[in-house]
Each structure stands twice: as C-alpha cells, then as structure tokens.
C-alpha cells in the first residue's frame, strides 16, 4: 500500500499536476480504492480473539466516559484499575483510560472491534468539510439577505439579465458547481491523509512510503532536467539565446513544478539522512555498513537531480522557499542528534551543511533581487507597476469584508474578483496568489479561523511526534525532513496557489500524515525486540 499511495502520486502529478479532469477523477477512485483496501487489510488481518479483545476495550472506554456525562466519577474497583493515580506529580492531569488488554502504541477508537489510529483531528476536518458542503444548501432569498447579502445581490443581478426575476432561493455559494468538485477533491485529500496516518504507525510503512516517494521525486527531476536540456540544446542550435528556458516537468507551470519539488526535497534529504545514520551506527558489521554507504550515495544521487530541476525551473520563490526548508530541516536534524555519538552526528552535520550551501549559492547565482521584487509586483516588463501582486491581495480586503461571515464559495475568487479590481488591463487572475486570504474570501473568517486550529494541531502533535523521537537520531532526520517539506509549502503558499494543484494537494497531505502521525513508539518496540533477539543468539550456548 505506501508504494501504491507513491505511485497515486506520480499518476497524478503526471497529468498537469492533477489539472487535467481524468488526473482528478483517477485520484478521487483510487482514494476511494486505497481507504477499502486499508480497511479490507485491517478486517482481515483481525482475529476473533483479537476482536473479542477490542470490543471489551471499547466498552470499557465507553463505560469511563460515560461516567462524567452522569455527573461524576464512582469509586469503583474498575475505574480505579482504568486510571491509576500518579504519585509523582498530582498537579498534572490524570492519565487517560487504558484497558489492561489494550496494546502498546498511539491512541486508537475501534469499529466493531476492529482497531484504528486515532487522528485527533476528526472533529476539526469533519468541522470544516460540513461547512464546505453549506455552502451548496439553497437558503431562501431572505435568509441569504442575512447571511450573505453580497452573494444575494449578485444572483439578482444576473438573474435580472437572464429573465428579469428575482432569486426565490439559492445557495451562498457564488459557483456551486465548481465549489461542488472542491469538496469531492477536499474528502480525497482527507482520505490521504487518513490512509497515511494509519501507515505512519509501522516503520516498515513509512520506510517503503519514502522509498515510493524519493523514487517519484527523482523521475520527476529527471523529465525536469531532459525537458530543460532538450529545449537549450535547440535554441543553441538554431543559434538563438539559451536564457529565459525554464523546467516546467509535467506540470507546465514552474512555480507549480517547484512546489512539488520542494516537497519531494525535503523527504529526499531526511530519507539520506536516515540511511547515512544507519550506516554510521553499523560500525561494527563492515559489509553491512559498506552496503548502507553505498545506498546513501545513489541516495544523494537522486537528490542531486532533485535539486537541480528545482534550480533550472528558475522559480525564484521556490527556490527561496527551498531554502527556508533547509534551513529549517538542518535546525532541526542538528538539535535532534544523539550527543552520545559524536562522530555520525558530524557526519551528518556535513552533508546537510553542503545541500544548504549548494541551495544558497544557487539562489545567489540566478540572483536574489527578482525574488524580493516578487513579494510586491509582478515586473515591470510583464505588466505595468500597479498590477502586481501587492495590488491583487490589496484589492482582495474588499471581498473579505463582503464575504467575511459564509465566503464566496470554493473556485469563486476569479468571477468576483473583477467587480474589486482597482486596475486596468487585460491581464487575468484566477488566484489570489495567497492561498491563506483566498480562503478567508471562500470560506469566509470561520473557514479560515477551522484552517488555521487545524494548522495549531499539526504544530502540536509535529513536536510532540519529536519529543519521543529523542534517542533515535535516523527516525528523527526522517521526520525533519517531512517536516521541511511541508513547511516549505505552507510558506510558499503566502505568494503562491500551488496547492490548489490536486498532485501537490495529495503530496501535502502525505507529508502531513507522516509529521503528525510517525509512532516512534512502534518503531522503537520492534528496534528492541530485533536488538533482544540477536543479543540471545549470540549469548546462546554452544552445544558440542
């Protein structure tokens, strides 16, 4: 299943970076496909003892909770058992119940005994998706007057063009249709995330996941890097100039491509990270040690070719933003190094240390100007001064104040976008090149308020995924190298609308899954069983 999800990726992305309408309509299938088969595997791989077990540890979770909602805790022998008082420190909360039965690992709810990872963050997505699936309700003419009267007042308009009537009833939602497709795509990309999460709770998941996702990263650089050089390789023959020639790979968008690079980076170099740790650790077994080098160095390979098609996309802000990610993964792979061993820990200092120099002196060379230029106007040869970013995002407060209590609807910014518009000419947009203020206009300031508790819980259960990481250096480099990624996105995405790309919308999720929900204690228990058998082979006594 982590290579299918991988390769549901490289599908995707191969059909303009999921733009292209069977790109779309083969994710939302194999969505649906992957969450069957994952609930399949876990039906399936359940035993009747195994469920019998389960169903107890439901009912004795429910039977505790239950308790408060009567309006109080029994002392009872049971509950007692449940929740055990904690001598040390009375001033911290009491331990959440845990039946005696129940397995080792990250909290989990069960369906008919048969055992999920619990997310935490149920309540929040099916918050969100029930306020996306408002927006397509029809409401009376007087009931919109009050919640959206802007949206009303447009409806009327084109209704008196259409046949000169007035709306009777319609929903708030300014193009229903396409708000419609962005739900559809909103539960997929729930499904990836969900799908992930489950994977993240074994590291066998999460090792062939990262495999699946550096082998998509470097077929993705590679088409990058021959498209650029094919192209160059004409011009110079035809004796025109070589600038200007961009790598755009599948996507046809460089800062669309670059999106997706930078996310493909960040799990290449945690991936490098994890296998060069490994070999460092693997000192006293010399071949093996030998193999793992060898392994990092087709590893560092494919990063390199990753690196490369994001420099020759000549995407300043991704590159940029790049660089914040590296910046931010070599922060976090030198404060989760183990002290205790000293030589992998500079090891590993020196490989990230060179990958952010190369980042730096590549931003440098394609020059760094245009990229700060970016932030507030498109150039001056494109367009003239005003009819720049800076002046879309300005422009756009008006619509937020319009759309503030419900939003315009998903996919709705480019049709009202106009009537704000303070600028001629015929250049148009379809973003608001800021994926955060495009959703306060869409979803309105609740929507945006959703998105942003969501983002607080990544944040939260990010560093409480590395606070137990402490003592595994190789799981913790992998860690930040997802956590990189992501973080490089949702920065990119304050002057960019790269993630309205279904392939890196699907990405982003992947990424998320993992930050939020890699079991260190999973991986850490089957590290100590494998560890406890080959001590007791080799403490084994030789019989003559």
């Known amino acids: ?158 209704a008196s063009l259409i046949n000169g009537d007035a709306v009777t009833s319609a929903p708030w939602s300014v193009t229903p249709f396409l708000s419609y497709q962005d739900v559809l795509l909103w539960i997929a990309y729930m499904m990836v995330f969900w799908i992930t999460y489950q994977l993240a709770a074994s590291s066998r998941s999460v090792r062939r996941l990262s495999v699946g996702l550096v082998a998509v990263g470097v077929a993705s650089g590679a088409y990058g890097l021959v498209q650029w050089l094919t192209i160059v390789g004409a011009t110079l023959d035809e004796g025109g100039p070589s600038g200007g020639f961009m790598a755009t790979g599948s996507f046809g968008n460089r800062n669309h491509y670059a999106f997706f690079q930078e996310m493909v980076l960040g799990v290449s170099l945690g991936w490098l990270l994890l296998r060069w740790s490994e070999a460092e650790t693997r000192a006293r077994d010399r ?32 590159i940029t933003f790049a660089c914040a990610g590296g910046a931010v993964f070599f922060f976090l792979s030198r404060t989760s190094r183990n002290r205790s061993q000293a030589k992998p820990a500079s090891n590993v200092t020196a490989v990230v240390a060179t990958f952010g120099l190369l980042l730096v002196a590549a931003t440098l060379w394609i020059g760094i100007d245009p990229v700060l230029s970016r932030f507030e106007l498109v150039p001056q040869e494109l367009q003239m001064s005003e009819d720049g970013r800076a002046a879309v995002w300005r422009d756009s407060l008006g619509a937020v104040e319009d759309f503030w209590l419900t939003g315009s609807g998903l996919s709705s910014f480019q049709y009202i976008y106009p009537a704000y518009r303070s600028f001629g000419g015929r250049r148009f947009y379809s973003w608001a090149h800021n994926d955060y203020l495009q959703i306060a206009i869409e979803l309105g300031l609740p929507g945006l308020l959703l998105i942003a508790l969501i983002i607080g819980w990544i944040v939260r259960r990010a560093r409480r995924v590395r606070s137990l990481l402490h003592g595994q250096p190789a799981w913790a480099h992998l860690h930040a190298g997802y956590c990189a990624g992501a973080l490089a996105v949702a920065l990119h995405s304050f002057t960019d609308f790269g993630l309205h790309l279904p392939a890196n919308a699907a990405l982003f999720a992947v990424l998320i899954g993992v930050v939020t929900g890699l079991s260190p204690d999973r991986v850490s228990s089957r590290r100590r069983k494998t560890i406890r058998k080959k001590k007791l082979r080799r403490s084994a006594p030789v019989v003559a």
């Open 1 to 158: 299943m982590p290579f299918a999800l991988a390769a549901l990726i490289g599908v995707v992305a191969w059909g303009l970076g999921g733009y292209a309408p069977w790109a779309m309509l083969f994710l939302e299938i194999a969505c649906v496909a992957l969450t069957g088969w994952l609930v399949t595997t876990v039906v399936f791989s359940t035993s009747r003892t195994t469920r019998e077990r389960n169903l107890a540890i439901a009912r004795s979770q429910r039977r505790f909770w239950g308790l408060f909602r009567k309006g109080g805790r029994r002392s009872t022998s049971e509950v007692e058992i449940l929740t055990p008082p904690d001598p040390v420190d009375r001033e911290t909360k009491p331990p959440a119940p845990q039946h005696p039965d129940a397995p080792p690992g990250p909290a989990a709810f069960y369906v008919f005994g048969y055992r999920f990872t619990r997310t935490g963050v149920g309540t929040l997505a099916l918050a969100i998706t029930t306020w996306m699936g408002l927006s397509l309700v029809p409401l009376w003419a007087s009931w919109l007057a009050v919640v959206s009267p802007r949206a009303l007042a447009l409806r009327n308009e084109i």
């Open 287 to 318: 071949v093996a040690r030998q193999e793992a080098r060898a392994q990092s160095a087709l590893i560092a390979i494919g990063v390199a070719c990753i690196t490369l098609s994001l420099l020759f996309s000549l995407s300043r802000s991704g």
